[in-house]
């Protein structure tokens, strides 16, 4: 942590900064420059209040250095994770393929998207029975019956299923009926949610939010783990910007970015990022060229009547084309479905 | 709602997406252009399935027309809405001042803030007693404790009390101590958090998520309302850009926006929007210049020593400056304090 | 300027950074913190290649610490900057007003609305005579006619006049003809146009870029000074975020910011900015309150036939109330018109 | 173009608009909703006066249907383009690569990047001389000497060469020296640079602004078009977001909206947009994996002393690798380097 001070800082006011930073047990480091003088201060930082410091009058402003998120932190934790969920694993030797409709409608609805993504390849069930949807008017979901529902599928099919959760509640449910907890882009710094899924110790998929900093997502994480449960995915599924062409824009360099920060492993999600059908296909290829450990693909068997995200979820064949089509990049990605 | 059908759409799919729109018992208005043909549908969209319609494949795009929420919609209730907390109200005809610190820390600081902030003209005493950080290693709040203590200061001082509220249980306890229930900008889209502090029935501010659009913004405050609620207040606290000099931007045009689209009073918060303490004043000013109902400033005893945010704090004396230099602005609005 | 070091750089590379440094006559002060070490670097930064060192493997990233931009910079020139135009003044002690259309038509549209504007208070006719739109199709302006037309209205009215230049060879016609010359969003950082109208010598207002910084946007300031020029005021006409109720976003915020980085005076355009005409006044308040030294306002004798931006503009009737309307506000900032 | 009334217009406003409209030789079609009525205007909209109508009070918003470039737009032109740019062709069947320093240096650092470059795979050495740079004090590029350098290199090579272009003075050298003009995202919306670039009938990339939506670009590139140039390639180097971990956002998605909506070839420059050495293989395979037909990507002889951009330019051995490593990419996606 580097402490800026302002031009006119009064050597009485460094030296009260020195004597509160010492006396907290970590040690200070003087540069005088030409215009500005810099401590820097080396030690412990938990044990500091930097907003205290920040606020001093004398001070310019407060540079931090090192990240404050530790457990998923690349630097202590060199190696890739591998975790599993149900029958399969996420890690750094297959690309993990989540698929399934935005909502859980019917039980009949439901097992035949099962059936169908699991023939062309998928390995995990993915279905909502909480929705967070932008209009109280809009459908809400199931909830406990559309859990239900995947359990089913789940005995009928061997698949892995994930769920989004919304509440302490919900996830009381969830973790009863499916393998793997999603706390979604809204919730990504609901930190009572994010304790809540850590408690549960089950695989969680954490998406990151519209507007959240690759930082803040990883503090983020950090409150799960901290709460006891390692096992967390980060899923890339757009930012919002002023572009209008899609949805949000797909940020795939955060791909590269995560790969370098930290050891979780990281699924993206096309569907959601662009909202549009035609672009699921060159962007799973892109994300599996640049290093994702996986997708999560909208799928449902009659886009046309789906109560919700119709528009970019593909149907059964089109779902079987780009799971056939995406089988190259897969391979030159050294993995395996 | 306008259907913009693709330049080669058929004759076929489009006869089927009027029968399916008919059937649901809503009207439709053919337009032919020299491109393209475009439907238009007449009658209560909510019964339709938009999403199916989008999602076909000749359908190019939708366009909405009318807004989705409708109890927070001015066109419904043309009058500005007024609702008391505690001893004060909130609406056109005052300048609500909600001031304290960013987190309650001892009985005796509270106190000490709520007596000078009285003095100063604050109506509603802010505090939290549940803070959402970043990092899970930040200070979190005192919970009910501080609660407690919000309660001991409106009783001693005689101001209405505002505390967050992070989760369902927070809104159990915090509903016995305090006069208002805040939403903070990272729950702004926790549609179960909305849900819950609608059923209270409390008042209830409602902060702009930090990458929330004003359309979102008022479906959420819709998502209170639906639940019964409709003492609700809107605060601006500034939006995630690119910009870094400042925390966030203050989206003050948003206000003028929010005083077209809504009868809901709006509060600014230029504390937490620029994490400057200089640029408090000439934004609280500008805020009532355009048309705000309200401010929530962040006033603490001993700013270099608050355990959260401190920066941008105001200490007693700076807090009755500003409240003195912004008394021409309110009269200037018509306004009391 | 700060290095920070990999936490695995070898001491040879520090030893190689060091020389560097040295030999360029700057000095260094080393600090190890328990994870990496930085390196602090004082003196004049301009003799170093700090890509070249930033490119270095063992370089994790440099902390600037001190602006780039020196003659647009407050900590060097305290006072706040008045300049002339015309027959008027920029600067701290009035609040100036440039009104006009959009786009100059004809000569007798521009006389009729520089009569208006001038008979309700404003001191500068703006009117654009090269429009930068963002189709070619779009009308493109009346060019060195248009210029004409200013002159005549600047000598029928006393007026000072400001016009958009849009090239080298553009701002060859422009001073022959008016008072002012604009760079545009667009062209902020068209560096050669700014070189250009440094050049001349005139007032030129430098509108903020789409999505620049202000730490950009001084820079941009700083290559018409450096050129030669000081007569710069900078000009605040929203950035682009990603909320659609309002054409850009306006960062009042911003104005706080500049008065505290730069002497340079500060004008703020609600019309633009919004693009709704509603908005312009109570915006138009809010600038001055948080302190702004002008407004731009654009002002057309029928909107509803402008050739360019007709829903934001202004007629003369509502021109004349926004003036008489915001004086109150004039007067509390200490200023006059 | 649809016009959405307000709820209160009175019939004789619809009227009035409606004769205006019909006047131009237009059709409309009204729909009456339950709360609002549309006018769908038919016809050439560019006989129209949008701004006008936009303007009146009665109107509350005009909702495009059809995009305004016509040139660049695959609607009208479906087969995707190809053009030489000297020995080398830009469009579906090739990669075309486009590598070299930031910045022209030394007529030595450029033939030894050239030979190098060339026995990698890339048919195209890009090189700057002329350098639009934030701060006037850094480094601008040698002009005419650097574009003599480069002409120098293409002989000896046989290499193709592209240089950006800042002014039209700049054109007019540049147009003598080398096979390609770039504008940079600074200059997206620099009309006359564009008109300059146009008249030239050269072989031009565009570079997206920082800030410009996809619509904004393509209008850009339809400036170049309506001037009589129709070899117009696109380039996407990274939108400006919140996100500060990478320079820019590299907007992948960009390319899939581009490939549905132009027929024009786009380029993707990793390097720029991220500004970081090591993002730039995974991104160059994620570019060719979703449909780019290109790259730009920055080499340098000795990054860590290059005057320009030195952090996220290669050397000739990674280089090398990552030409590599992106072979068999490009030979999945059917075409040849």
């Known amino acids: 942590m580097i402490i800026v001070m302002k031009p006119n800082a009064e050597e009485s006011a460094v030296k009260k900064i020195i004597t509160k930073i010492e006396e907290k047990g970590l040690h200070t480091h003087l540069s005088q420059g030409e215009e500005v003088l810099i401590i820097g201060v080396v030690g412990d930082k938990s044990k500091l209040d930097t907003n205290a410091i920040c606020a001093l009058p004398s ?69 909502g029975a909480y929705k967070p949807r932008t209009s109280p008017y809009s459908f809400q979901g199931l909830e406990v019956e559309g859990l239900k529902y995947m359990q089913t599928a789940a005995k009928e099919t061997g698949l892995a299923t994930i769920c989004e959760v919304t509440s302490a509640h919900a996830v009381e449910s969830a973790e009863q009926y499916v393998s793997m907890l999603q706390v979604g882009a809204r919730n990504m710094q609901n930190f009572e949610l994010l304790k809540e899924v ?122 079987d084309s780009v799971m056939n089509n995406i089988k190259p990049y897969i391979e030159l990605s050294g993995r395996t479905l």
Not at 85 to 97: C, D, E, Q, R
Not at 98 to 106: D, F, I, L, Q
């Open 59 to 127: 001070v310019e402003k407060i540079v931090p250095i090192t990240e404050s998120y530790k457990l998923s932190n690349k630097k202590f934790h060199p190696e890739p994770m591998e975790f599993s969920v149900g029958s399969t694993k996420i890690g750094p030797n297959n690309i993990t393929i989540m698929s399934g409709p935005c909502a859980v409608e019917t039980e009949e609805q439901l097992l035949k998207i099962a059936h169908a993504v699991k023939k062309s390849g998928a390995t995990i069930l993915r279905g």
């Open 198 to 319: 850590g408690r549960t110790g089950m695989p969680v998929l954490l998406k990151r939010g519209l507007s959240a900093t690759i930082d803040e997502w990883l503090n983020a994480a950090e409150y799960i783990m901290a709460a006891g449960n390692s096992k967390v995915a980060l899923c890339e599924r757009g930012i919002r910007t002023f572009e209008t062409a899609t949805r949000n824009t797909l940020d795939l360099s955060a791909v590269c970015v995560l790969k370098e920060k930290t050891h979780l492993p990281v699924i993206v999600d096309p569907s959601h990022a662009t909202g549009v059908r035609a672009y699921v296909e060159p962007l799973a290829k892109a994300a599996i060229a640049c290093g994702a450990d996986g997708l999560m693909i909208e799928v449902h068997n009659d886009p046309a009547h789906a109560l919700s995200d119709g528009p970019q979820s593909l149907n059964f064949e089109q779902f």
